[in-house]
């Protein structure tokens, strides 16, 4: 069940100085609260083919906004130049509670609910393949001021020339979660490890609540009409734009820092067969036996032995992108143009989730060529991680923390686009053309200015490692879009609309750990290794690693465009290539001078192309899992496809007027 409630008010006084100067004042205050609340809590059941009974895992949570806005804006014109300088002030109040993992009992199964009762019902141990209890809170709270100060001014230097020049400077004040009573760094405190002490060390920086005072932003734009005809512009700028700190991420650091934690405190596992008699599932029958107790010692207001650490990196910033733009625009008669324009576009200081607490197989698993029976680094064999060996020697179990996720602000990304466009107008035609060339490139091959999550988090050392810098899951080299209004006698109209893209790229993933440092989310195929050969043994893990030996150099990142289809028992090759034409036909009727009646028909697809797109949402794909590995996803989502994506599709509609 969602819930939404939206109270808002906006007030603005505008007032005229002089005749030559204009102040606008605005005061904007805002109520918000969503909540996504579960049909049913306390039990979620897991059957194969993504099929769940109860409560949702991402459910309960809820968002609260409280804000109030001061914005003051004044305007000048003085001979050439038109300035314009304000300060915009946001106080704002944030609140909420999120639970990703199902709060309760949570049970997973092997087989689905239709072969479960076809073979007799839930009275068979052998059915169940995991047993989870979790429990605890997971709230956040913020108080968040946004305060900023801006100047720029249009200078027209000639009748030819005009410059924009402009500067900016943001603070916000709170945007960043203290990290002085997060339970990890607290723990990493008590250690004599480089890496702990490097993450804990300064207390002033884990107090830092502001991300920064200094993010002053230049900018700078010209115009030039060289003939002075005024047909031709040539244009450019340069500037830098700071964003904010994505809470979405920062926030799961800031529960760890709450009064109670959301974590799990029964974790049991039944392998396949399960040939352990003591194994506290080895007997265990859903729907016969009691589900087990939670634990006596369980505590939720600490992190329980092997938890999950979530840090926000001291050095932590807000990122910021550097952009360089040149082009022109030409009028090459009455009806029409041409434009051409080159967008460069760096991102700094991007964020990225960094595990500061990976295992250490190259040191402690034979695997990988480690030796853990003769190393005093190795206290728990192959499951040791970085910071173990200076748990036990701060007297607390090696395994006090399992993998520590820092949100850090060091990626980076550039973006390259050159879009040029030719436009026609006359009584009966309207006609738009426009290619782009564009690239879009990462390390880790993420945009991570946008949500990632910790699905792609990285070992620092393997963050900028050979073959981590490579295009990202966005970069669609080539784009024609071909669009038009035509006006056909007795007040017919046709619009039809073409797009054409070039393959998106995508990582082949192994589907194990294959650089032992205990994160599988990004580990690619070796280099050199032909997906093919993977694609023809997918689904096997076994045969998978066998191509794929511990510790190779791997793949560069989303080296693949295209994938693979199976019909029957052929498999071809097919590119991820997008092509679409759509086609709206309207006719109006009109009835003397107060009805009219507008009829139209949307034709989607119209040659019913395929479209298909080669990977998950995170565009990875795992050789281990035999659904995935370079086998297509319809682009347009469930219920359409594949094969076709969204296949041809006529919609028709009407309005009348009066």
């Given at each position: 069940m969602t819930s939404n409630r939206l109270y808002s008010f906006l007030g603005n006084h505008t007032y005229q100085v002089s005749t030559n100067v204009l102040n606008q004042f605005a005061f904007h205050f805002q109520d918000f609260k969503n909540e996504i609340l579960p049909n049913a809590e306390g039990l979620t059941l897991n059957f194969p083919g993504s099929v769940t009974i109860g409560q949702n895992a991402n459910t309960p949570q809820a968002t609260l906004e409280r804000k109030y806005q001061f914005r003051d804006d004044v305007s000048v014109v003085s001979g050439d130049h038109t300035m314009k300088f304000g300060v915009n002030y946001?106080?704002?109040?944030?609140?909420?509670?999120?639970?990703?993992?199902?709060?309760?009992?949570?049970?997973?199964?092997?087989?689905?609910?239709?072969?479960?009762?076809?073979?007799?019902?839930?009275?068979?141990?052998?059915?169940?393949?995991?047993?989870?209890?979790?429990?605890?809170?997971?709230?956040?709270?913020?108080?968040?001021?946004?305060?900023?100060?801006?100047?720029?001014?249009?200078?027209?230097?000639?009748?030819?020339?005009?410059?924009?020049?402009?500067?900016?400077?943001?603070?916000?004040?709170?945007?960043?979660?203290?990290?002085?009573?997060?339970?990890?760094?607290?723990?990493?405190?008590?250690?004599?490890?480089?890496?702990?002490?490097?993450l804990a060390g300064d207390d002033s920086q884990l107090r830092r609540t502001t991300p920064s005072w200094t993010e002053f932003q230049p900018r700078f734009?010209?115009?030039?009409?060289?003939?002075?005809?005024?047909?031709?512009?040539?244009?450019?700028?340069?500037?830098?734009?700071?964003?904010?700190?994505?809470?979405?991420?920062?926030?799961?650091?800031?529960?760890?820092?709450?009064?109670?934690?959301?974590?799990?405190?029964?974790n049991l596992q039944r392998p396949a067969g399960n040939p352990d008699p003591s194994s506290p599932l080895y007997s265990f029958r859903y729907g016969t036996?009691?589900?087990?107790?939670?634990?006596?010692?369980?505590?939720?207001?600490?992190?329980?032995n092997g938890s999950v650490g979530r840090i926000n990196h001291p050095d932590a910033r807000e990122p910021y992108i550097q952009k360089f733009s040149i082009g022109f625009q030409r009028e090459v008669s009455r009806n029409m143009s041409i434009s051409s324009d080159y967008v460069h576009t760096l991102g700094l200081h991007e964020p990225r989730f960094l595990n500061m607490n990976p295992l250490i197989?190259?040191?402690?698993?034979?695997?990988?060529?480690?030796?853990?029976?003769?190393?005093?680094?190795?206290?728990?064999?192959?499951?040791?991680?970085?910071?173990?060996?200076?748990?036990?020697?701060?007297?607390?179990?090696?395994?006090?923390?399992?993998?520590?996720?820092?949100?850090?602000t060091t990626n980076r990304s550039l973006f390259d686009s050159w879009t040029t466009t030719l436009k026609y107008r006359s009584n009966?035609?309207?006609?738009?053309?426009?290619?782009?060339?564009?690239?879009?490139?990462?390390?880790?091959?993420?945009?991570?200015?946008?949500?990632?999550?910790?699905?792609?988090?990285?070992?620092?050392?393997?963050?900028?490692?050979?073959?981590?810098?490579?295009?990202?899951?966005?970069?669609?080299?080539?784009?024609?879009?071909?669009?038009?209004?035509?006006?056909?006698?007795?007040?017919?109209?046709v619009a039809p609309i073409m797009q054409f893209g070039s393959a998106r790229p995508y990582s082949p993933l192994a589907g194990f750990d294959s650089d032992g440092d205990g994160l599988q989310a990004v580990d690619r195929l070796c280099s050199g290794v032909d997906p093919a050969a993977v694609f023809a043994v997918r689904g096997n893990l076994a045969a998978v690693q066998a191509l794929n030996p511990f510790g190779c150099q791997q793949a560069p990142v989303n080296s693949m465009r295209d994938g693979f289809v199976v019909n029957g028992t052929s498999v071809e090759r097919r590119s991820g290539r997008f092509f679409n034409t759509d086609v709206k036909v309207s006719k109006n009727f009109q009835f003397g001078e107060r009805y009219r009646l507008s009829t139209y028909i949307d034709l989607f697809n119209v040659f019913n192309t395929e479209n298909l797109a080669f990977g998950n949402r995170l565009g990875l794909s795992s050789g281990a899992n035999t659904s995935s590995f370079l086998t297509p996803l319809s682009l347009f989502g469930p219920g359409f496809g594949p094969p076709v994506g969204r296949p041809f599709t006529a919609q028709l509609g009407a309005r009348f007027t009066f």
């Open positions: 946001i106080h704002a109040i944030l609140d909420g509670y999120f639970y990703f993992g199902t709060r309760g009992y949570s049970l997973t199964f092997r087989q689905s609910p239709a072969t479960i009762i076809a073979e007799g019902g839930f009275n068979r141990p052998d059915l169940l393949q995991s047993l989870q209890y979790s429990d605890g809170a997971s709230s956040h709270f913020q108080k968040l001021d946004q305060l900023a100060f801006y100047f720029q001014d249009d200078w027209k230097v000639t009748r030819k020339l005009t410059l924009n020049l402009g500067l900016r400077w943001d603070a916000n004040i709170g945007n960043l979660p203290p990290q002085n009573e997060n339970r990890t760094m607290l723990l990493l405190k008590q250690l004599n490890h480089p890496t702990a002490q490097a734009g010209f115009a030039y009409d060289p003939w002075g005809d005024g047909k031709t512009v040539i244009r450019g700028g340069y500037g830098i734009f700071y964003d904010q700190i994505f809470q979405n991420l920062s926030l799961f650091s800031s529960v760890q820092s709450q009064p109670e934690v959301f974590q799990t405190a029964i036996d009691p589900l087990p107790a939670l634990p006596a010692n369980a505590n939720f207001s600490s992190l329980i197989s190259k040191t402690c698993n034979a695997a990988f060529g480690g030796n853990s029976t003769v190393r005093p680094e190795c206290p728990l064999g192959t499951s040791t991680r970085l910071l173990s060996q200076a748990f036990v020697a701060a007297g607390m179990p090696g395994n006090r923390l399992a993998q520590i996720l820092s949100f850090a009966k035609l309207l006609f738009n053309a426009a290619y782009v060339l564009a690239s879009s490139r990462s390390w880790g091959g993420w945009p991570t200015a946008s949500y990632s999550g910790t699905g792609v988090a990285a070992v620092p050392e393997k963050q900028f490692g050979t073959n981590e810098f490579g295009p990202t899951k966005l970069d669609e080299r080539h784009r024609i879009v071909l669009s038009g209004v035509i006006n056909l006698p007795w007040d017919f109209q």
